[in-house]
């Protein structure tokens, strides 16, 4: 079974629209895959969540998702902090959770990530790349 982080970015749009995000997320619940969270990316979540721009989401439906999502992820603790991505200090994060989960892969839309490829031989890639090219 894969086991994947998926950035704060994918999870907001498997919330908000109907797409290759929320397919991922499906399976996610399905129990075909495997979803790794921490504590500092649902907290990043949360504070998104929160933005203006998403207020089309009601905040029953934000807590709810929040809820779900922490019932079907596993939740690791990372001790391990990187330095890798200077120019967004922050994405850092995803990186430490998937390290310390055990991940295969990294689901995102951010290209300071998508820019790496691969970390310590965890795939990062887009959606739409890990429908096309992941067994499942």
């Known amino acids: 079974m894969h086991r994947v982080v998926l950035d704060t970015n994918i999870l907001i749009s498997a919330l908000g629209w109907d797409g290759n995000e929320r397919k991922i997320l499906k ?4 129990g075909d895959i495997q979803l790794i969270e921490s504590l500092e990316l649902l907290n990043e979540l949360i ?6 721009k998403f207020n089309f989401i009601s905040a ?4 709810e ?26 994405d850092n994060k995803v990186l430490e959770c ?9 689901i995102s839309g951010d290209l ?6 691969e970390f310590r031989k ?3 890639v887009n959606p739409t790349k890990f429908l096309l090219t ?3």
């Open 122 to 124: 965890i795939k990062i």
């Open 112 to 117: 300071h990530l998508l820019n790496l490829e």
């Open 47 to 52: 504070k998104v969540l929160q933005r203006q």
């Open 65 to 90: 998702f929040l809820k779900y999502l922490v019932e079907i992820s596993e939740l690791v603790y990372p001790k391990e902090r990187l330095n890798l991505i200077i120019e967004d200090p922050t």
């Open 98 to 106: 998937a390290l310390k989960g055990n991940a295969n892969y990294i």
């Open 60 to 63: 029953r439906k934000k807590a």
């Open 134 to 136: 992941s067994p499942l």
């Open 27 to 30: 399976k996610c619940i399905q």
